[in-house]
């Protein structure tokens, strides 16, 4: 497995983590519509969260969260969507990020809630 890959599988492990600490159940992982994938789909009371993970090795590039696209938000947006409504379910979306800097074997995971809202 290619260096980056290995990087982004930790990145979710370590956000899995954070999130069961944070009275977070994991529903599913790596949850795929079409060509798209939501890494985490957790929810926490009657809130579904739709977590993307972006993780890097520093910041010399910027902080992992600003690599989200409005194109990604979209096809984020699209595919819970399609999950809302083939499971049935009646939540409150939303749409986070989970922030993951790993530097020198040490990790930290910033979950930014509500990072934005998708427009139709």
């Known amino acids: 497995m290619a260096q980056h890959n290995q990087t ?3 990145g979710e492990e370590e956000t899995v983590q954070y999130l069961l600490q944070h009275g977070y159940e994991i529903v599913e992982r790596n949850w795929r519509y079409q060509r798209y994938e939501i890494d985490i ?3 926490k009371g009657n809130i579904l969260s739709i977590v ?3 993780t890097r090795t520093g910041n010399f590039f910027g902080e992992p969260y600003e690599a989200v696209t409005k194109k990604k938000e979209r096809a984020l947006a699209d595919s819970a969507d399609f999950y809302v409504i083939s499971k049935d ?3 409150e979306v939303r749409y986070d990020i989970a922030s993951v800097t790993i530097f020198n074997g040490k990790s930290k995971v910033v979950l930014i809630e509500d990072a934005f809202y998708p427009f139709m």
Do not use: D, Y
Request: proline share 0%; hydrophobic share 40%; net charge positive.
């Open 8 to 10: 982004g599988k930790q």
């Open 41 to 43: 789909i957790a929810r």
């Open 52 to 54: 993307e993970v972006k």
């Open 89 to 91: 379910l009646n939540v």
